[in-house]
Every structure is written in structure tokens, then in C-alpha cells.
């Protein structure tokens, strides 16, 4: 499978528990995403990279969480001290947006429950 | 930033009648516009897209349409099968400077009836 995929799939956590998912895009794309989404909503943007570095981040993402892509390949999403208002789905994106390639491919994401 | 709204929430069709789906946007940088679908449980899908410099796109049975002045866009699907019955959402980007994140809109629940 040469698609974006995502780790674990599900996870179950105790609030104020730290959990961490992984991402990894499509080979050779320079750009990844993370997104929240939640019941009946769209994804809502949580961050980006481009190669290793972090170069936005939305006002979602409080100081809990943290993102990292140390080789400009897999990102790891970090959520510190959980709380029920965390449970979603998190997706991540990858896109090579050089010569006009703007499509985001997304994974199959990972759904966090806090319980 | 960004906000797009889309409309209808929910859109039951029978088989083989067409579908439309309207998007607004309010920022009007914004000039790259894709459409995503998503199956209960699977991940969002690209279908089409459409760049500002184009004022409709084709694929098959799926086209979209985009109206600058009106900051209006829309997604037709013609000949509608039950395997067209997903969420579709869609979302706007300002490639050049806006950040390069995309915002979607609130989705919209399709279902096509036999």
C-alpha cells in the first residue's frame, strides 16, 4: 500500500493520560497535515510540515499538543495530559506540492477516545 | 481566515437522478477548491478539484463548478448509483500565501435510493 497510513487505528485512553499517533505519507511528499475531526463535522487543520519543518499551526492546537517530522519523513502527533474534549478523529495528509500539486491525500486516521 | 459553508446538509436522490451540492467561501484569495468524499469509517477521498483559473471541471459522471464574483462553488454528480451515497465535503485553499491549509465546509450526507 502506497497510501498515507496512520498508527494505531483506535485508541483508548484515561484522562490525563499522554498518547502519541504516527503518520506516514506517500514517499517523496514534501508536505504533511494534521487534522481533527469530529462527529458530523469536516476536518479541521491542526498543522503542517513542510519537510521537518513545523511552519503553521492553528489556534486548535494548545500547548497539550505537539507535532514532529525529525527526518522529513513520519510525523508523530503527542497529546499531553488528555481530556475528554480530545476525543476525535485525527487525519493526517500528505501532499507534493511542487510544479502545481496542491491534491491532499489523507489517511485512514486514528480515533482517540478519552475516557 | 477562511470560513466555507455548505449546503444542503442532507440530499436523498433516487438512482440515477442528478445531485448538487453548494460551497461559499469568504475569503476571496482563495483560489484552489477540491471536493472530498467519505464512506462511514474511511478515510476523506478526492474526487475533483478546480484552480481559480477555471470555471468548471468534468470527470465522468462528477463535475464542478466555480464562480469567483459570487465566491460559489459546486459539485454535480449526474446519474447518481447507491455506491454514490458517502458524505462529501467540500473545502478552499489559498495556495500562494494563506498558509496552505485546507477549510472545509460541514459536509453533506448523500444518499442515493434505489
Known amino acids: 500500500d502506497t497510501g498515507v497510513s496512520q498508527n494505531p487505528r483506535h485508541k483508548i485512553t484515561k484522562r490525563g493520560q499522554n498518547v502519541t499517533f504516527r503518520c506516514d505519507p506517500i514517499?517523496?511528499?514534501?508536505?504533511l497535515y494534521w487534522y481533527r475531526q469530529t462527529l458530523g463535522q469536516g476536518p479541521e487543520f491542526l498543522t503542517y510540515?513542510?519537510?521537518?519543518?513545523?511552519?503553521?499551526k492553528s489556534r486548535l492546537l494548545s500547548d497539550r499538543f505537539s507535532a514532529e517530522r525529525p527526518k522529513g519523513s513520519f510525523s508523530t502527533l503527542e497529546i499531553q495530559r488528555t481530556e475528554q474534549g480530545d476525543s476525535a478523529m485525527y487525519l493526517c495528509a500528505s501532499s507534493l506540492e511542487v510544479a502545481g500539486g496542491y491534491e491532499q491525500y489523507f489517511g485512514p486516521g486514528t480515533r482517540l477516545t478519552v475516557t | 481566515g477562511e470560513n466555507v459553508e455548505q449546503h444542503p446538509s442532507t440530499l436523498s436522490v433516487q438512482e440515477g437522478d442528478s445531485a448538487v451540492i453548494k460551497c461559499t467561501y469568504s475569503d476571496s484569495a482563495s483560489n484552489y477548491f477540491p471536493w472530498y468524499k467519505q464512506e462511514l469509517g474511511k478515510r476523506p477521498q478526492l474526487i475533483i478539484d478546480?484552480?481559480?483559473?477555471?470555471g468548471e471541471k468534468k470527470d465522468q459522471r462528477i463535475a464542478v463548478t466555480l464562480n469567483k464574483t459570487a465566491k460559489h462553488f459546486s459539485l454535480h454528480i449526474t446519474e447518481t448509483q447507491p455506491e454514490d451515497s458517502a458524505v462529501y465535503f467540500c473545502?478552499?485553499?489559498?495556495?500562494?500565501?494563506?498558509?496552505?491549509?485546507?477549510?472545509f465546509g460541514t459536509g453533506t450526507q448523500l444518499k442515493v435510493e434505489l
Open positions: 510540515f513542510q519537510n521537518e519543518a513545523q511552519l503553521e
Open positions: 514517499s517523496e511528499h514534501n508536505r
Open positions: 473545502a478552499a485553499k489559498w495556495v500562494t500565501g494563506g498558509g496552505n491549509k485546507l477549510t
Open positions: 478546480i484552480r481559480s483559473n477555471v
